[in-house]
């Protein structure tokens, strides 16, 4: 069983920036697939970043938030990492990091789906104001 537990959340104004941090406390990912997804207020959950087990293939949203975003893994610490850069408020929400030991094959249509992710952490906030 793997448990997965973010940080690094919190209030940053307009144009600043944040690292979460997601650490898995039992077991280990350093074989799956890692993602982050995140949550605003009455909105569904969506897809942010995603990286593959090696590290060597990573998806964004789109295009825009790669110019801002950065996903990275430590497999020896079994952690991975969103740095986050000139951030607005419509980056605000809960930011979830998700474990996808059934993601293997690296297309949008599986890596960025919610429901092929089997372990998700409880959330960490990020609220972008001024």
């Known amino acids: 069983q793997v448990q997965l537990v973010e940080s690094g959340g919190g209030l940053v104004h307009p144009g600043g920036y944040l690292t979460l941090s997601c650490a898995a406390s039992?077991?280990?990912?350093?074989?799956?697939?890692m993602a982050w997804f995140r949550q605003a207020p009455g909105k569904e959950r969506e897809f942010v970043a995603a990286i593959s087990w090696s590290g060597g293939n990573t998806m964004y949203r789109d295009s825009l938030l790669k110019g801002r975003f950065s996903i990275s893994r430590d497999n020896a610490k079994n952690t991975v990492a969103l740095q986050m850069n000139r951030l607005s408020p419509d980056d605000t929400g809960v930011y979830y990091c998700?474990?996808?030991?059934?993601?293997?094959?690296?297309?949008?249509?599986?890596?960025?789906?919610?429901?092929?992710?089997?372990?998700w952490g409880q959330g960490t906030q990020v609220t972008v104001s001024s």
């Open positions: 039992e077991g280990t990912v350093s074989r799956y697939a």
């Open positions: 998700a474990a996808g030991p059934r993601v293997r094959d690296w297309t949008a249509e599986t890596v960025t789906t919610p429901t092929k992710y089997d372990y």
